[in-house]
């Protein structure tokens, strides 16, 4: 059965630990030690037994003109030549993990009201962005890096797909389609507890979310992926 034909089951994030699980890659540290790394210590995670692989990526580098700056405005080269080979693959469908929202213009993110979320633009680097649109879309073409380095990359050919990212670091429940690419970002556990969780239906094209804090328990949402 081709890779296009096989419609596995739903994915329900919040268990998938408990399936069968190969990290491609780890990094360990001392307790209470502040780390930035030097280089990409981005990851993947696969499950097959829903056939999906999990992009966890760190676009948090050591580029900053003082030493030791945390940035996360730039793609640095190292990143660019790992998502572009991870995501040439073409060996399960995707799911992108980042602490980081992708970039978006102000007013592009919205709550569940459909009230925009006000910030000026939001997220990190706009090359990152385009780099992992392009695999949502399948396209070919190149991104520079912040040392102005070229990349090219070529994912019209990939089957599988690249379902959705999902994201933290805003502390309030935000989404967003960004060029095709649903954008979900959770809410935090220091606003009344909050819990969320959610289903991949790749079959019907949808992100399930399950929220609920101390106070309420939300509405289902959903997002078409």
């Not at 993110?109 to 695999?135: E, H, M, W």
């Not at 969780?197 to 079959?203: A, H, N, S």
Request: net charge neutral; with cysteine.
């Amino acid at each position: 059965m081709g890779p296009t034909a096989l419609k596995p089951g739903p994915i329900l994030l919040k268990q998938a630990a408990a399936a069968e699980i190969f990290v491609s890659r780890s990094k360990l540290s001392k307790p209470k030690r502040r780390i930035i790394a030097k280089k990409n210590s981005s990851y993947t995670v696969v499950d097959k037994a829903h056939n999906v692989k999990y992009m966890v990526v760190d676009s948090y580098s050591d580029v900053g003109v003082t030493t030791g700056q945390l940035t996360n405005d730039q793609l640095t080269g190292d990143l660019a030549e790992w998502l572009i080979a991870e995501m040439s693959k073409d060996d399960y469908d995707l799911v992108y993990l980042q602490h980081w929202m992708l970039y978006a213009t102000k007013g592009t993110y919205t709550y569940r009201d459909g009230t925009p979320q006000s910030t000026d633009n939001i997220g990190g680097s706009q090359v990152l962005k385009n780099l992992v649109t392009a695999r949502k879309n399948k396209t070919s073409g190149s991104v520079t890096d912040s040392d102005s380095v070229s990349h090219s990359y070529n994912f019209t050919g990939c089957k599988h797909d690249l379902l959705c990212a999902l994201h933290g670091h805003q502390h309030e429940e935000i989404y967003a389609t960004i060029d095709n690419l649903l954008c979900y970002v959770a809410d935090w556990y220091g606003n009344n507890g909050s819990c969320v969780f959610g289903v991949i239906d790749r079959f019907n094209s949808k992100l399930w979310i399950y929220k609920f804090d101390s106070t309420n328990t939300y509405a289902e949402l959903s997002l078409s992926i």
